[in-house]
T-cell receptor, first 113, second 111 residues
């Protein structure tokens, strides 16, 4: 049981390049999330999707777009990467039932030069 | 405004002793609290949770305590083991809303 799978694990970009981070879950969860983790900042929510076809902004959405391709997949796109977007990105999913914990992927470490 | 705070960036404990990790929150609307554990190069994994209607929840070596009047929760690990060395995040939410995470505490358990 793979759980939440993120690709790629590492990526280096130049400023201005575009990139899509992929996330897929096999737990039949409706809700999916994208976070970024920066030193001393904890995990901050970028975007989330409560169900297939819906997306909403989180705490730090600027510079990002998302697509909920189907129930399994939720992608995060950087259209024009900036050094401030250097971070570790985590995807998570959760079941709809109240107070179900989120399950996380192993992250994508993204460096923008 | 940091609504969930973990004021100790790091903690070092001898193997076999108790580890106590603390978390404070400011939003009185929070009604559900979770602890996640994170190893390097891995995603956070859910450890234990507590609803605001309780003041204690146990799962094996892990116990979470909630003090609503002080807006404080703590995670106790007894006895601590070297495999418990990780970063611990507390998180909070209120009904139907999204999780708010603390900044994490790095626990080192010395053999």
């Amino acid at each position: 049981n793979a759980g939440v799978t993120q690709t790629p694990k590492f990526q280096v970009l130049k400023t201005g390049q575009s990139m899509t981070l992929q996330c897929a879950q096999d737990m039949n969860h409706n809700s999916m999330y994208w976070y970024r983790q920066d030193p001393g900042m904890g995990l901050r929510l970028i975007y989330y999707s409560a169900s297939e076809g819906t997306t909403d902004k989180g705490e730090v959405p600027n510079g990002y777009n998302v697509s909920r391709l189907n129930k399994r997949e939720f992608s995060l796109r950087l259209e024009s990467a900036a050094p401030s977007q250097t971070s570790v990105y985590f995807c998570a999913s959760s079941a709809d039932r109240a107070n179900q914990p989120q399950h996380f992927g192993d992250g994508t470490r993204l460096s923008i030069l | 405004d940091q609504q969930v705070k973990q004021n100790s960036p790091s903690l070092s404990v001898q193997e076999g002793r108790i580890s106590i990790l603390n978390c404070d929150y400011t939003n009185s609307m929070f009604d559900y609290f979770l602890w996640y554990k994170k190893y390097p190069a891995e995603g956070p994994t859910f450890l234990i949770s507590i609803s605001s209607i309780k003041d204690k929840n146990e799962d094996g070596r892990f116990t979470v305590f909630l003090n609503k009047s002080a807006k404080h929760l703590s995670l106790h690990i007894v006895p601590s083991q070297p495999g418990d060395s990780a970063v611990y995040f507390c998180a909070a939410k209120f009904s139907g809303d999204k999780l708010t995470f603390g900044t994490g505490t790095r626990l080192a358990v010395r053999p």
